[in-house]
């Protein structure tokens, strides 16, 4: 079965720094780019960037370069987003997803929650 | 501009057709899809390639594209199929992807 799955909920303070997963199982996951989006409280989709596990090749939203950082390890068939510095205005559900053949985001993970609160 | 426009909501009954339009320049350039996401639920793909279903998505659901236009009909809406919808696409050079607002279906 073709799945990703996402590490779990996070509560963290301002100004912490945060790592979280996405592990793909049951495809070959250097061959297809893997994106991460941003849906806060009540909000819509937002698309955050992109990365091709093969080469680390990645892009970002202008929205959201500078302020995340999309890691990927072939090795274990993982991809990260990443924070240096976490803000009250990163409290939100962050999902990743495949981007298919069919140019468009055909499998999604589960999402994780991250809460940032003093 | 890439931005994809779409309504914030859509009212119908049972049995009847649910249109939600998104409208963007880039659209005649770039394919877009569509997803439904439920309450606490992660998005799921209903259309791709503006027109295209994915195995498992009802037959009921069908896109259609025209110019700045994109289209999800609902034919024979169903209480189930009461959620968010969101298109998605890319800019003119296909690298950066973006959503449109979203669109509530409230089915009556």
């Known amino acids: 079965e073709v799945q990703l799955v996402q590490s779990g909920a996070e509560v963290k303070e301002p100004g912490e720094s945060l790592k979280i997963s996405c592990k793909a199982s049951?495809?070959?996951?250097?061959?297809?780019?893997i994106g991460w989006v941003r849906q806060m409280p009540g909000k819509g989709l937002e698309w955050m960037g992109i990365?091709?596990?093969?080469?680390?090749?990645?892009r970002y939203s202008p929205s959201f370069q500078g302020q995340v950082t999309i890691l990927a390890d072939k090795s274990i068939s993982t991809a990260y987003l990443q924070w240096s510095s976490l803000k009250a205005s990163d409290t939100a559900m962050y999902y990743c997803a495949r981007f298919g053949l069919e140019k468009a985001f055909d499998i999604w993970g589960q999402g994780t929650m991250v809460t940032v609160s003093s | 501009s890439y931005d994809l426009t779409q309504p914030p909501s859509v009212s119908v009954s049972p049995g009847q057709t649910a249109r939600i339009t998104c409208s963007a320049d880039t659209l005649p350039k770039q394919y877009a899809c569509w997803y439904q996401q439920k309450p606490g639920q992660a998005p799921v793909l209903v259309i791709y390639?503006?027109?295209e279903r994915p195995s498992g998505i009802p037959e009921r659901f069908s896109g259609s594209s025209s110019g700045t236009i994109v289209t999800l009909t609902i034919s024979g809406v169903q209480a189930e199929d009461e959620a968010d919808y969101y298109c998605?696409?890319?800019?003119?050079?296909?690298?950066?992807?973006?959503f449109g607002g979203g669109t509530k279906l409230t089915v009556l």
């Open positions: 990365i091709y596990p093969d080469d680390s090749d990645s």
């Open positions: 998605q696409s890319a800019d003119s050079s296909g690298t950066y992807k973006v």
């Open positions: 390639k503006d027109t």
């Open positions: 049951g495809y070959s996951f250097t061959t297809y780019w």
